[in-house]
């Protein structure tokens, strides 16, 4: 008796998905995928979020835990036909909203009720104001971007772009997409603090130009003017403002009376340490590969930017100093390189020591100049702090004339940090999320 031939199983449609484990498995359209980060973890890499497209042009969400996104991500490309099997369906999360229509728009009232939530990660469309951002022509740069946004006649948001956002829209800008001004930016999440509004991008976040597309057609519309200007894009690296010596009143002064919240800018201020603060500790261990701060998960280690199983760590300096300059008290933050040329001893030497290193307690009572780095990202609510890039012990009481010679360290590699209990990932990126965006940016929180 002939043996019947092998029966031909059919994939699954999305519609007839059943809840739990089985043998099915789906035909399906990889439309585009992101790394999906906890926001409430400083970033924490949790997994690869894809968007999938059937036949029936039903549309599904699928996800890749963090710990077997290595063995899959290689294999993955945006627009591919893709065969999924081995898979749980689980029921759709509160944070997925799957509609018709390409783009969730949001106006801004709804923007502001969203604000701080983290409940909804809406798409928005509006024109380009301004763009400010250091290396704004190297599309590999990945240093967090802030357009001025007008999403309505009347209303200018900010939209924080970092990571790999940051890197996109810089190549789009510098490829001749700026001749167009308006834009729908996907997947961005609503903030509020400084008393200004924010789009944070996402690892999620796309920027489409194409003027057929509806919402930018109806935008453009509204406007009732003219769109489609070359707007100015101003490089903060290019355009620093000139070393200044002042007090810590005039740091204060400075932030709080800027127009523009997106502003950098170095300084110079003399001050005495009254103490160097432990609520955060005074090191950090940081990613060999992009300096992040390494976090630590179960008994090893995890870069949450690098996302590698067989990464390596370096003990790395991270001070915060109270300083006082006679009138008014800060928070000075000083990185690796800084406390190295100031100590002449490694962090990893000092760490055997189980109270504050003897050579850190003993910087109290003694008097700096010091070289400060202005950031967006120090004056956020949770980061009132600022960065020192460059610091000295040869002071001149009677005369404050510093020498710029005579800063150690000059232009710092490391940037911001948190005053908070934790210690954001943004302090430990070599260049500023966010974040993020994170990420910045980020990173970032990022913001």
Same mark, same amino acid.
């Given at each position: 008796?002939?043996?019947?031939?092998?029966?031909?199983?059919?994939?699954?449609?999305?519609?007839?998905?059943?809840?739990?484990?089985?043998?099915?498995?789906?035909?399906?359209?990889?439309?585009?995928?992101?790394?999906?980060?906890?926001?409430?973890?400083?970033?924490?890499?949790?997994?690869?979020?894809?968007?999938?497209?059937?036949?029936?042009?039903?549309?599904?969400?699928?996800?890749?835990?963090?710990?077997?996104?290595?063995?899959?991500?290689?294999?993955?490309?945006?627009?591919?036909?893709?065969?999924?099997?081995?898979?749980?369906?689980?029921?759709?999360?509160?944070?997925?909203?799957?509609?018709?229509?390409?783009?969730?728009?949001?106006?801004?009232?709804?923007?502001?009720?969203?604000?701080?939530?983290?409940?909804?990660?809406?798409?928005?469309?509006?024109?380009?104001?301004?763009?400010?951002?250091?290396?704004?022509?190297?599309?590999?740069?990945?240093?967090?971007?802030?357009?001025?946004?007008?999403?309505?006649?009347?209303?200018?948001?900010?939209?924080?772009?970092?990571?790999?956002?940051?890197?996109?829209?810089?190549?789009?800008?510098?490829?001749?997409?700026?001749?167009?001004?308006?834009?729908?930016?996907?997947?961005?999440?609503?903030?509020?603090?400084?008393?200004?509004?924010?789009?944070?991008?996402?690892?999620?976040?796309?920027?489409?130009?194409?003027?057929?597309?509806?919402?930018?057609?109806?935008?453009?519309?509204?406007?009732?003017?003219?769109?489609?200007?070359?707007?100015?894009?101003?490089?903060?690296?290019?355009?620093?403002?000139?070393?200044?010596?002042?007090?810590?009143?005039?740091?204060?002064?400075?932030?709080?009376?800027?127009?523009?919240?997106?502003?950098?800018?170095?300084?110079?201020?003399?001050?005495r340490v009254l103490e160097v603060l432990q609520q955060n500790g005074w090191s950090f261990i940081s990613c060999t590969g992009c300096s992040r701060k390494l976090?630590?998960?179960?008994?090893?280690?995890?870069?949450?930017?690098?996302? @590698?199983? %067989?990464? +390596?760590? $370096?003990?790395?300096? #991270?001070?915060? !100093? /109270?300083?006082?300059?006679? @009138?008014? %008290?800060? +928070?000075? $933050?000083?990185?690796? #390189?800084?406390? !190295? /040329?100031?100590?002449?001893?490694?962090?990893?030497?000092?760490? $055997?020591?189980?109270?504050?290193?003897?050579?850190?307690?003993?910087?109290?009572?003694?008097?700096?100049?010091?070289?400060?780095?202005?950031?967006?990202?120090?004056?956020?609510?949770?980061?009132?702090?600022?960065?020192?890039?460059?610091?000295?012990?040869?002071?001149?009481?009677?005369?404050?004339?510093?020498?710029?010679?005579?800063?150690?360290?000059?232009?710092?590699?490391?940037?911001?940090?948190?005053?908070?209990?934790?210690?954001?990932?943004?302090?430990?990126?070599?260049?500023?999320t966010g974040g993020q965006v994170k990420d910045g940016n980020r990173k970032r929180p990022r913001e």
């Amino acid at each position: 008796m002939a043996s019947s031939a092998p029966a031909v199983v059919a994939p699954t449609s999305f519609d007839d998905l059943r809840l739990g484990r089985s043998a099915q498995f789906v035909v399906a359209r990889l439309l585009r995928f992101w790394d999906s980060r906890n926001i409430k973890k400083q970033g924490e890499f949790m997994g690869i979020t894809l968007l999938f497209l059937d036949q029936q042009n039903s549309v599904i969400h699928g996800f890749i835990p963090a710990a077997r996104s290595g063995h899959y991500r290689p294999g993955l490309r945006s627009g591919s036909i893709v065969k999924v099997s081995g898979f749980e369906v689980a029921r759709c999360t509160n944070m997925y909203k799957i509609t018709d229509n390409p783009f969730v728009i949001r106006k801004f009232e709804h923007l502001q009720a969203l604000a701080n939530t983290n409940l909804e990660l809406p798409d928005v469309v509006g024109m380009i104001r301004s763009v400010q951002g250091s290396d704004l022509k190297d599309a590999a740069v990945m240093t967090r971007v802030v357009v001025r946004f007008v999403i309505e006649p009347n209303v200018v948001v900010y939209l924080s772009l970092w990571d790999e956002a940051a890197a996109t829209f810089r190549g789009l800008i510098s490829s001749g997409e700026r001749a167009q001004s308006v834009m729908v930016v996907t997947t961005v999440n609503p903030k509020i603090f400084g008393g200004n509004f924010y789009l944070n991008s996402t690892p999620a976040t796309k920027f489409y130009f194409d003027v057929n597309i509806p919402a930018i057609t109806q935008f453009t519309a509204s406007l009732g003017g003219p769109v489609g200007e070359a707007f100015p894009c101003i490089d903060t690296k290019e355009s620093i403002k000139k070393k200044e010596h002042v007090s810590i009143r005039d740091l204060n002064k400075f932030i709080s009376t800027s127009d523009e919240q997106t502003q950098e800018a170095e300084f110079i201020c003399k001050a005495r340490v009254l103490e160097v603060l432990q609520q955060n500790g005074w090191s950090f261990i940081s990613c060999t590969g992009c300096s992040r701060k390494l976090d630590q998960s179960g008994n090893s280690l995890r870069c949450n930017r690098c996302v @590698n199983a %067989n990464v +390596t760590g $370096v003990i790395k300096y #991270r001070v915060e !100093l /109270s300083v006082d300059d006679g @009138n008014e %008290n800060a +928070t000075f $933050v000083v990185f690796d #390189r800084e406390m !190295l /040329s100031l100590i002449k001893k490694d962090a990893a030497t000092l760490t $055997v020591e189980q109270q504050l290193p003897q050579c850190l307690g003993e910087l109290g009572g003694k008097e700096f100049v010091f070289q400060i780095h202005v950031t967006p990202f120090n004056f956020t609510p949770n980061h009132r702090t600022f960065t020192v890039c460059g610091i000295s012990d040869h002071i001149e009481p009677e005369t404050f004339n510093t020498k710029e010679a005579s800063i150690v360290g000059g232009e710092s590699g490391e940037t911001s940090a948190s005053a908070g209990a934790s210690v954001e990932g943004e302090a430990y990126d070599p260049n500023p999320t966010g974040g993020q965006v994170k990420d910045g940016n980020r990173k970032r929180p990022r913001e």
